[in-house]
């Protein structure tokens, strides 16, 4: 089995785990959670198709702007659990019950 | 080289299953800490060095910090019974089926047989000089997301005023 | 001309920059009493700017203007900005939707209105990049900070409802973006460059086994991530949440630009790029025709106004898809003005919501009736409105769906045209049941002190409705110019 595949079944183990956290559990914060981990097999990916093209220094570049935008999703994703927390007193998604339909 | 590069592959999986099927949220944080840091070394053996050290500081260092301020904000007294979660019940399947998919995954790639060694490496540019160049739209998107961090900030994390009900 | 399109060019990625940083300047009073003028500048110079950069590119016969902001584009390899006038359509609706948004915030949002005008700033920023960029990681990232400033947007005012509904949203964005960069990754592993030249004389045949399955696999990604975020079934759930909690103004430009530029636009980029291949075409007609039938099948059961609303914009998205899965032009024109004429009666439709909510200050169906009589251009707005969503002339809508219809009728597709017929009859019920329950009937007692809005609100509501009227009576002249451009 070449090199590449290897990484790639890692890689899309970890975004199956990753999107399982995302759809299963019922703790807000541990969703943002799943969100970081499945990114951070996609920022494997990046890498590896960087390396298998050619062209480390270009995914490098990827991978940067990538982790930039994971930083912002993880503040805005934390804030809104803290708000939610704020109002229910606890971290539970199945409080949120009001929007029905 | 490739040692190197498929252990910290496998330790990278291992801390973020930890990670999801975690009992407690604050090992679960760290679960995930110790997965930037695999990752940030798999990064630096696959001849990315920028990416490596960014990842480190930031993915490992940053957005841990934000989570476990976010988890310490939250705290609640009940934090210590984390069973009402049930997140470990509900995941406890997780290992068994992420290690059938593997299975199949292998024998569908040694099944489809080798693809062709990987292109030489195109030395013709470096990195500082691909990144500043070619990637000009990029660093403007770049500003807009911070742009765009700060003022969630200030929107999310105000104090408490006049809110709607 | 060609220093005019060059301001305007510029003027798309620069200008709300510079209506941030302006805007931030001034102290938070201020700024809070007199943001209509921040705001309402930023988005009409978008508007402007969009009919100005398209008149000086057509009298100056460009075909494709590539600009740089503040880098030296002609160095090799250099990234670069690209303007075709297609694009055009699609800043002209972002400028005139944002505008409607400031028009509605005027009224109903109260102390939010410095962090209102910064994201809708950003929102604007996050969208003009998304169509002028020529690469896909950078259309990428773009739609990531436009995701990221909607859920800020839509949990603004932090009451429960509003962060259920926002959070609720982040979820499936993530889910569709965690798809989106991992197609990118699988296609940067064959082709080695991301941008739309080198992507666009790319063929999938001739791979081996491994890198052939990668491929297919990344297509089938980045369908899904793009019809996640345009809200198609089976991908929609988010979308009546998000609708609903949100204050109007936002709901206008989640509904009016977000779900098109974002999901519609993303999915026309990978349709024109990967043009030949016939599954990309099916899976884009399955997804419309589910999309129309199922969401006129869930809006009838709904009893909340912006619910109705919101599944009636699922609805009109399967349109849409429908008409880019023809693969001909004729198919991509009808999708293209379907895009304005929805933006069109869709703000109507939340002008409308905001009017009945400051009036009667609830929104649920069951407690209104009868106010036909007491809020009449409210009333008449929606119907011309309603008659435009259920394609009955002479309203833009007509036009356009007819476009659609024509489009799939003459690639051979009779059966999907046919079922698309028949699907506007589910249009239309669900629409007038929407419009009997809150307009028609008798009038009730506990609502009689209730009077027609006034000021802004009604001001938006008067200029979408001349918009719909006048350009689906203009539409022959612009079936004409289409024509003599060759473009029919």
């Known amino acids: ?101 | 080289m490739h040692i190197i590069v498929y252990l910290c592959a496998g330790l990278m999986l291992v801390c973020g299953v930890y990670a999801v099927m975690s009992r407690s949220i604050l090992r679960s944080a760290i679960g995930l800490a110790f997965s930037s840091a695999a990752l940030s070394v798999l990064l630096y053996a696959m001849n990315a060095p920028w990416a490596s050290v960014l990842e480190l500081s930031v993915c490992s260092g940053l957005v841990t910090v934000i989570f476990i301020s976010g988890i310490s904000l939250s705290h609640s007294p009940k934090m210590e019974i984390q069973r009402e979660y049930q997140d470990y019940e509900r995941s406890r399947h997780l290992p068994m089926l992420l290690i059938i998919i593997g299975v199949l995954l292998a024998a569908l790639a040694i099944g489809l047989g080798d693809d062709e060694p990987q292109a030489a490496v195109s030395t013709a540019l470096s990195f500082k000089e691909v990144f500043w160049n070619t990637r000009q739209a990029d660093i403007w998107g770049q500003i807009a997301a911070i742009l765009c961090g700060g003022v969630a900030v200030a929107v999310l994390f105000r104090e408490e005023r006049q809110e709607k009900k | ?488």
């Open chain 3, 1 to 488: 001309m060609t220093t005019i399109l060059n301001i305007c060019a510029h003027g798309f990625v620069l200008g709300p920059i510079l209506v941030v940083l302006v805007c931030n300047l001034f102290s938070r009073d201020f700024a809070r009493r007199h943001f209509i003028w921040f705001a309402g500048v930023g988005a009409l110079w978008q508007l402007f700017s969009a009919i100005a950069g398209y008149v000086a590119m057509r009298s100056a016969e460009y075909n494709v203007f590539d600009f740089a902001v503040l880098w030296n584009k002609d160095a090799p390899g250099a990234a670069y900005f690209e303007l075709t006038p297609q694009k055009f359509l699609f800043l002209f609706v972002i400028g005139l939707v944002a505008f409607i948004s400031v028009l509605i915030a005027h009224r109903t949002i109260d102390f939010n209105r410095s962090s209102y005008t910064n994201l809708l700033m950003i929102i604007i920023l996050g969208m003009n990049g998304m169509l002028i960029v020529s690469d896909l990681f950078s259309l990428y990232v773009f739609m990531e900070i436009t995701g990221i400033c909607c859920f800020v947007m839509i949990a603004m005012f932090r009451s429960r409802a509003d962060l259920e509904g926002s959070f609720k949203y982040l979820v499936m964005s993530e889910l569709a973006s965690i798809f989106i960069l991992s197609g990118l990754a699988f296609i940067f592993m064959k082709t080695g460059s991301l941008r739309y030249a080198d992507l666009s004389g790319f063929t999938p045949d001739g791979l081996g086994g491994l890198e052939n399955v990668l491929m297919q696999f990344a297509l089938v990604l980045l369908i899904s991530g793009f019809a996640l975020k345009t809200g198609a079934v089976p991908f929609h759930s988010w979308l009546p949440d998000a609708h609903q909690s949100a204050d109007t103004s936002v709901s206008v430009l989640l509904s009016g630009v977000v779900i098109k530029v974002a999901g519609i636009y993303g999915v026309l980029t990978i349709a024109t790029l990967f043009n030949d291949l016939r599954p990309i075409r099916a899976s884009l007609a399955v997804l419309g025709l589910l999309s129309i039938v199922v969401g006129a099948l869930l809006a009838y059961r709904q009893n909340h106004f912006k619910r109705v609303v919101a599944y009636s914009s699922v609805s009109q998205m399967g349109y849409i898809l429908l008409g880019i899965s023809t693969g001909t032009p004729l198919g991509i024109i009808g999708a293209l003005a379907h895009v304005f004429s929805h933006a069109a009666f869709k703000s109507t439709f939340f002008a409308n919501a905001a009017a009945l909510h400051e009036q009667v200050g609830t929104l649920e169906m069951d407690e209104m009736g009868g106010l036909e009589k007491q809020m009449p251009i409210t009333s008449f707005s929606s119907v011309i409105a309603f008659l435009s969503t259920a394609g009955i002339p002479p309203t833009a809508g007509f036009w356009s769906k007819l476009l659609i219809l024509l489009a799939l009728w003459s690639s051979g597709q009779h059966v999907l045209a046919g079922a698309a017929l028949l699907a506007s009859i589910f249009t239309g019920t669900y629409l007038l049941r929407m419009q009997k329950k809150v307009f028609f009937g008798k009038p009730r007692p506990e609502l009689a002190d209730v009077k027609e809005i006034k000021g802004t609100i009604c001001a938006a509501e008067i200029i979408l409705t001349i918009l719909t009227l006048g350009v689906g009576l203009c539409y022959p002249f612009i079936l004409l110019y289409l024509r003599a451009h060759g473009l029919i």
């Open chain 1, 1 to 101: 089995m070449s090199f590449a595949s290897v990484l790639l079944i890692t890689g899309i183990l970890m975004i199956i785990a990753g999107c399982w956290c995302l759809i299963r559990t019922f703790h807000m914060l541990k969703i943002t959670i799943g969100i970081e981990v499945a990114m951070k097999a996609v920022t494997m990916f990046l890498i590896l198709a960087g390396y298998k093209s050619g062209s480390v220094a270009l995914s490098q570049a990827y991978v940067i702007t990538v982790i930039v935008i994971e930083v912002v999703v993880a503040v805005v994703g934390t804030g809104m659990a803290v708000g939610l927390f704020r109002k229910y007193g606890s971290m539970d998604v199945r409080n949120l019950t009001r929007l029905k339909g």
